[in-house]
């Protein structure tokens, strides 16, 4: 895992050097631009003087970091345009000091200048500007920008320059993730250590590439740090994978039982059920109505169908639970929820089960979660239980707006987790899970193409298989949705993502564990 940092976090450690290790702010501005200018001349070995570079700066110390780029760029022989947006006056201790050095540095450079900002129309100046850097306000943006940062940044927005954010993209906060408008970075060179906002909600959508650059505080101090939010990497994902022992039989690789489908929504049923076996389970048994058993019989591939009675009724009800008692006992997890439909008697039925299987592991997805919305779910154990709605099912399973749930996606999905020992595996882009013990892990695989029908009724059931496989729940979950989104980004290398679709990713997992596999077999011999 890759931790993740606060702003509180590194404003400490800004502090801690400067106060503890008397290392002058100035320094850490200085270290901090010549690693960004480093960064640049990896990125783009192309760069040459017939390249306009543009730097966008504020009057905090983001924008001292713009004039220390700005000097390194032109001392190197490129030609750069400095856009300020307010009086030196204004400016922080470090910033002006920088300022100053950089204002007697251009009036000896030819091809480079400062423009001070004072309406839209200064900004036509940066238009051919191959590079465009933001370094306007840093870690400070709160709230909506105002003008002009809001003009200035809705405008470069349109340009086609190539953009860049120090530290964060202008607009965004961190503490949220949320921001109107934000600065529309293709990379974000972000300072000291990698910052949670940056990775979900407005940040993944805004950051683009994300590269850490370096100010001078050592990995050891940020080692010593309380860390609650993490990204998954490959071998996080690695070490979930199911195992199959070498006496293994059908039985004791994973059972799973999947309570899905209805005469209205039969189709998610079937992705959820052949996903269990697809993603290694031995076996895997599909609970169905009755009246309907033909349309699940030609849909499955090895899954088997257990009907149960539903006078043509189509839907699931309590008097199956009693029904499905062996098969219920007989499972080492239960997937419930995808096309069940929301009936009155579905809703019974699956409070009925939940409060009588509270000590089994079960993932709870899609109708299941509508049966628990609106605090419902706090008459409930769900301990041992995974649930895995997106934005809009897990704010109506709180009972607020998805607009208040979108400005703190990590409060609310860490203050569910604690009070109900539950996991939760909160669909999106990106996907995150959070733990009982209150972690958020923010998984780095996936792409737009997985916006379509079924994607979710596919990873209901992959967690389902991995979980029937694995004792350790965290583990199966993280590796189950690493997984799901590492497949549809392995299809990318065939087709487009406009071309990736359910079936595609739900055939191709046993391909995906594979590769996983096969990657870090090369890396332990």
Same mark, same amino acid.
């Given at each position: 895992?890759?931790?993740?940092?606060?702003?509180?976090?590194?404003?400490?450690?800004?502090?801690?050097?400067?106060?503890?290790?008397?290392?002058?702010?100035?320094?850490?501005?200085?270290?901090?631009?010549?690693?960004?200018?480093?960064?640049?001349?990896?990125?783009?070995?192309?760069?040459?003087?017939?390249?306009?570079?543009?730097?966008?700066?504020?009057?905090?110390?983001?924008?001292?970091?713009?004039?220390?780029?700005?000097?390194?760029?032109?001392?190197?022989?490129?030609?750069?345009?400095?856009?300020?947006?307010?009086?030196?006056?204004?400016?922080?201790?470090?910033?002006?000091?920088?300022?100053?050095?950089?204002?007697?540095?251009?009036?000896?450079?030819?091809?480079?200048?400062?423009?001070?900002?004072?309406?839209?129309?200064?900004?036509?100046?940066?238009?051919?500007?191959?590079?465009?850097?933001?370094?306007?306000?840093?870690?400070?943006?709160?709230?909506?920008?105002?003008?002009?940062?809001?003009?200035?940044?809705?405008?470069?927005?349109?340009?086609?320059?190539?953009?860049?954010?120090?530290?964060?993209?202008?607009?965004?906060?961190?503490?949220?993730?949320?921001?109107?408008?934000?600065?529309?970075?293709?990379?974000?060179?972000?300072?000291?250590?990698?910052?949670?906002?940056?990775?979900?909600?407005?940040?993944?959508?805004?950051?683009?590439?994300?590269?850490?650059?370096?100010?001078?505080?050592?990995?050891?101090?940020?080692?010593?740090?309380?860390?609650?939010?993490?990204?998954?990497?490959?071998?996080?994902?690695?070490?979930?994978?199911?195992?199959?022992?070498?006496?293994?039989?059908?039985?004791? *690789?994973? /059972?799973? !039982?999947?309570?899905?489908?209805?005469? @209205?929504?039969?189709? $998610? =049923?079937?992705?959820?059920?052949? %996903?269990?076996?697809?993603?290694?389970?031995?076996?895997?048994?599909?609970?169905?109505?009755? *009246?309907? /058993?033909? !349309?699940?019989?030609?849909?499955?591939? @090895?899954?088997?169908? $257990? =009907?149960?009675?539903?006078?043509? %009724?189509?839907?699931?009800?309590?008097?199956?639970?009693?029904?499905?008692?062996?098969?219920?006992?007989?499972?080492?997890?239960?997937?419930?929820?995808?096309?069940?439909?929301?009936? $009155?008697?579905?809703?019974?039925?699956?409070?009925?089960?939940?409060?009588?299987?509270?000590?089994?592991?079960?993932?709870?997805?899609?109708?299941?979660?509508?049966?628990?919305?609106?605090?419902?779910?706090?008459?409930?154990?769900?301990?041992?239980?995974?649930?895995?709605?997106?934005?809009?099912?897990?704010?109506?399973?709180?009972?607020?707006?998805?607009?208040?749930?979108?400005?703190?996606?990590?409060?609310?999905?860490?203050?569910?987790?604690?009070?109900?020992?539950?996991?939760?595996?909160?669909?999106?882009?990106?996907?995150?899970?959070?733990?009982?013990?209150?972690?958020?892990?923010?998984?780095?695989?996936?792409?737009?193409?997985?916006?379509?029908?079924?994607?979710?009724?596919?990873?209901?059931?992959?967690?389902?298989?991995?979980?029937?496989?694995?004792?350790?729940?965290?583990?199966?979950?993280?590796?189950?949705?690493?997984?799901?989104?590492?497949?549809?980004?392995?299809?990318?290398?065939?087709?487009?993502?406009?071309?990736?679709?359910?079936?595609?990713?739900?055939?191709?997992?046993?391909?995906?564990?594979?590769?996983?596999?096969?990657?870090?077999?090369?890396?332990?011999?």
């Amino acid at each position: 895992m890759i931790p993740l940092y606060s702003t509180d976090h590194v404003r400490k450690a800004d502090h801690y050097v400067v106060e503890k290790l008397n290392i002058p702010s100035i320094a850490l501005m200085e270290n901090a631009s010549r690693s960004i200018f480093q960064i640049v001349l990896e990125k783009f070995p192309e760069l040459n003087r017939n390249h306009l570079i543009g730097i966008l700066c504020g009057s905090g110390n983001n924008g001292g970091d713009g004039f220390v780029l700005a000097r390194h760029l032109i001392n190197n022989g490129f030609n750069v345009k400095v856009l300020v947006i307010s009086k030196a006056t204004n400016f922080s201790k470090d910033a002006k000091i920088n300022f100053i050095i950089l204002k007697e540095l251009i009036r000896r450079a030819t091809g480079s200048s400062i423009v001070q900002y004072r309406s839209q129309r200064d900004l036509t100046k940066f238009r051919d500007c191959y590079i465009i850097f933001d370094a306007l306000l840093g870690t400070g943006s709160k709230g909506k920008l105002r003008e002009p940062l809001r003009s200035i940044v809705s405008s470069v927005n349109d340009f086609d320059s190539y953009r860049i954010a120090i530290d964060v993209p202008t607009g965004l906060d961190l503490d949220s993730s949320s921001g109107d408008p934000i600065f529309n970075a293709d990379l974000t060179i972000t300072l000291a250590e990698l910052k949670s906002g940056l990775f979900y909600g407005k940040g993944y959508v805004y950051s683009g590439e994300i590269e850490k650059g370096y100010i001078g505080i050592g990995d050891e101090y940020f080692s010593k740090l309380n860390v609650e939010n993490y990204l998954i990497e490959p071998e996080d994902a690695f070490i979930g994978l199911p195992v199959k022992k070498l006496d293994v039989h059908k039985y004791s *690789s994973g /059972k799973v !039982l999947t309570i899905a489908g209805s005469g @209205s929504l039969p189709g $998610a =049923a079937f992705y959820t059920a052949n %996903s269990v076996i697809n993603s290694g389970s031995g076996a895997s048994i599909l609970a169905f109505p009755k *009246s309907i /058993k033909l !349309l699940a019989q030609s849909k499955l591939k @090895s899954s088997v169908v $257990a =009907a149960y009675e539903d006078d043509s %009724s189509e839907i699931f009800r309590e008097q199956n639970i009693q029904e499905l008692k062996d098969r219920l006992d007989w499972a080492d997890c239960i997937a419930i929820g995808p096309g069940l439909g929301r009936d $009155a008697k579905t809703v019974k039925a699956l409070h009925v089960l939940l409060k009588k299987y509270s000590s089994k592991r079960i993932v709870i997805d899609a109708d299941a979660i509508f049966a628990l919305s609106n605090n419902e779910y706090k008459k409930f154990k769900l301990n041992y239980k995974v649930l895995t709605p997106h934005h809009g099912e897990f704010a109506q399973l709180l009972g607020i707006e998805i607009a208040e749930l979108q400005n703190d996606i990590l409060g609310y999905g860490k203050k569910f987790v604690k009070e109900t020992g539950a996991y939760l595996a909160l669909k999106g882009s990106p996907t995150m899970i959070f733990s009982p013990s209150g972690e958020a892990l923010i998984n780095t695989t996936g792409n737009p193409g997985m916006a379509t029908f079924g994607s979710g009724d596919i990873l209901t059931g992959i967690i389902a298989s991995f979980i029937s496989q694995n004792k350790i729940i965290e583990e199966a979950v993280v590796s189950a949705v690493y997984v799901h989104s590492l497949t549809a980004d392995l299809l990318l290398q065939e087709v487009s993502e406009i071309g990736i679709n359910a079936d595609l990713i739900m055939n191709n997992i046993p391909h995906t564990i594979k590769f996983l596999e096969d990657s870090f077999a090369q890396i332990i011999d």
